[in-house]
């Protein structure tokens, strides 16, 4: 059982930044891909990013490509989505996702507003 716990989400304007973080319980942290997903209102969950389990490979989708960041710390059992040039499309509540077949785990989310 992994518990997800993210912080972070906040009201901003246009082309502000904010920096979500994602802290997981348990000791197998390491062993878990994570992932970032958002829901905007009305709308399916969608991918935002995810990180390999040794920071070796990260991938975007291509609406926050070149925008966000995603990094994580093993022996912390933290993971990070860095935001930058937020765009009112951005709006959405934010979740923390842990996967590692066949477990697949989420967070409560944290929101995210921008305002244009």
């Known amino acids: 059982q992994v518990e997800l716990v993210e912080s972070g989400g906040g009201l901003v304007q246009a082309g502000d930044s904010l920096r979500l973080s994602c802290a997981a319980s348990?000791?197998?942290?390491?062993?878990?891909?994570m992932g970032w997903f958002r829901q905007a209102p009305g709308k399916e969950r969608d991918f935002v990013s995810t990180?390999?389990?040794?920071?070796?490979?990260?991938y975007y989708a291509d609406s926050v490509k070149g925008r966000f960041t995603i990094s994580r710390d093993n022996a912390l059992s933290t993971v990070v989505l860095q935001m930058n040039s937020l765009k009112p499309e951005d709006t959405a509540v934010y979740y923390c996702?842990?996967?590692?077949?066949?477990?697949?785990?989420w967070g409560q989310g944290t929101q995210v507003t921008v305002s244009s």
């Open positions: 348990g000791r197998t942290f390491s062993s878990y891909t």
């Open positions: 990180i390999s389990r040794s920071s070796g490979s990260t």
């Open positions: 996702n842990a996967y590692r077949r066949p477990f697949n785990y």
